[in-house]
């Protein structure tokens, strides 16, 4: 039974995926909403008909109480079969419907919707560029992912649980007010303006008042990741105080945001109990008074008490059920600033996969600024070919950095080009074009996985044995099998901490280009691929590195100018222009910028703010 239920709706079921979903919240619901849409009719209908049968509950306690009237023995021959039929009705058919009406909310609706935005938002959000999240706090996307979820399911289970009883069962009450006299409808109409105004008044500002509390909670979930993340830093320059203000400034945020949410909440329950008092004593009052002028009977003041009382303990629930319902959806939307936004870096509407054969890169007119009017390239114009190993020096800010990731179509090209064997990079699919590029970056960040998961995300079909000679090639193996994790996993089941921090930064650096070497993509970027490494494991790994470029094209950034001496030809970059190219003895001769970075060189590197 319960598999029958959780199996209405597959949230992981195959979508028409959009680049700018709905910017306005409810047809950022309605979208999400669209595979639910059978299971929500029939769970409004249960919840109707559920309502219904407690309002008829209370009509008929009023009519046993008429019925009590009667002596014993007449009540149970004229009433008999009647009072049997409700019994077995209260015994089976209730229990069936109220069990019916919880399946279809927590067994189809809440597990699934949730479980449909996480996956379908996160499937959205990792389409985004890199650009898009180095402009925001990893810990606050990842906040808003979590948070918005469960908030928009509790906004669906408010809606059938709550809303729609509610709804139905004040119209219930209506009528059973009328059928017992048209008069005690109207205690109940003037109680129903009042209560329907602090509503109002609640909702107003329940909204904006949530959504302030939530986007206060993502700030201090984002500014307490930032922390944990760069705990080393912290450390290192003892900074232990301020990262507590830092962190303090956003809690108390969030305090002061979460006081003005809860003082519309005892607003709102002093004044509702006021009502409800006002609704005892008219409705029940008014019934009194219409018993005594012989104008009802018993049986309808029971039943106008049994209401009002139930009227009274319901309407706070009924309250609290609709500023939940706004508070979530304020949650809702502050998420929406992340989830709802577009994709702004697409593959062109008819690009193909990348066909390559030759590896040859052409770069023409490349001009790039990050939207500013300075920095990044500026008329980058050049040919790399098929197989030419590229070495690639400059100062900090020439501009190498930026080249490689508009290679990789990290970020759309401002201005010119970047063709691989003929084919502009813009016009091919991202996932093809980076399938056939291998980086090893001078941040040598990991997965928080295994060694193993590590090393196969190059080539996730890769063996065991492929998996464990590419480690052997990055002089990796050894220390791999000496690992042990807290969990007592060891070697390459080890795990190796957030961003690899459990391991040292070269044999961060080791797995890294293991991951590589098992890719074996025809092009191949390092940027400073050695330089987490000492001088005796570099040495032997450079061997490796000469033989991962055999046949390959090559662009490799480095400071330390010994490991690109032996490149076909160096570029060297100035204000985001190549000013110097040639081999590294035609540079040495002609006396320019690379002759300086040699010459101050120390040890083999180079100072990245040398003058010329």
Known sequence: MFRYFENLVDPFATYEEVDTPPTRLWPFMLEYSRPFFRVFAWTALISIIVAAVEIGLIYYMGRIVDLLSSAPAELWQTY????????????????LLHVVDVLLLNNAILPNFGTLIRWRAHKHVLRQSVGWFE????????????????????????????????????????????????????????????????????????????????????????????????????????????????????????????????????????????????????????????????????????????????????????????????????????????????????????????????????????SHHYGRETGGLDHVNLTIKPGEKIGLIGRSGAGKSTLVKLLLRFYDIEQGAILIDGQDIAKVTQDSLRCHIGMVQQDSALLHRSVRDNILYGRPDATEAQMIDAARQAEAHEFILDLQDPKGRTGYDAHVGERGVKLSGGQRQRITLARVILKDAPI?????????????????????????????????????????????????????????????SDLLALGGLYAQFWARQSGGFLNPEAAE
């Not at 009072?83 to 058919?93: E, S, T, Y």
């Not at 609704?279 to 049986?299: E, H, R």
């Open 524 to 584: 191949l970027l390092l940027d400073e691929a050695t330089s987490a490494l000492d001088s005796e494991v570099e040495a032997s790994i450079q061997e490796t590195l000469y033989g991962m470029m055999q046949g390959k094209s090559v662009i490799a950034i480095a400071h330390r100018l010994s490991t690109i001496a032996q490149m076909d030809r160096i570029l060297v970059m100035d204000g985001g222009r190549i000013v110097e190219q040639g081999s590294h």
């Open 80 to 95: 008999g079969t009647e009072l049997v039929l409700i019994a077995l009705f209260v015994l089976v058919l209730r229990p």
């Open 135 to 366: 402009n925001d706090f990893a810990g606050r996307i990842a906040n808003r992912i979590m948070q918005t979820p469960p908030a928009a399911g509790e906004v669906v289970f408010q809606v059938f649980d709550a809303i729609s009883f509610a709804l139905a069962y004040m119209i219930g009450a209506a009528i059973l007010l009328i059928a017992a006299d048209a008069r005690l409808l109207l205690p109940l109409l003037i109680w129903l303006v009042f209560y329907a105004a602090l509503i109002a008044w609640t909702v107003k500002r329940v909204g904006p008042a949530s959504q302030a509390a939530s986007d206060a909670r993502s700030t201090v979930t984002g500014r307490v990741v930032d922390s944990y993340t760069n705990i080393h830093s912290v450390k290192m320059f003892a900074h232990n105080t301020q990262e507590l203000d830092y962190a303090r400034e956003a809690i108390e945020e969030t305090r002061r945001t979460f006081q003005t949410e809860m003082r519309i909440f005892t607003i709102m329950d002093a004044v509702l109990v006021t009502l409800n008092g006002l609704l005892i004593v008219g409705v029940v009052g008014w019934a009194m008074l219409l018993w005594a002028q012989g104008s009802a009977s018993v049986g309808v003041v029971a039943a106008a008490t049994a209401l009002t009382l139930r009227l009274n303990s319901m309407t706070g629930w009924i309250m609290w059920a609709l500023t939940s319902f706004f508070r979530e959806l304020g949650i809702v939307a502050e998420g929406m600033q992340t989830i709802a936004q577009p994709v702004g870096l697409l593959d062109a509407p008819d690009a193909k996969p990348l066909q390559l054969e030759r590896g040859q890169i052409d770069i023409r007119d490349l």
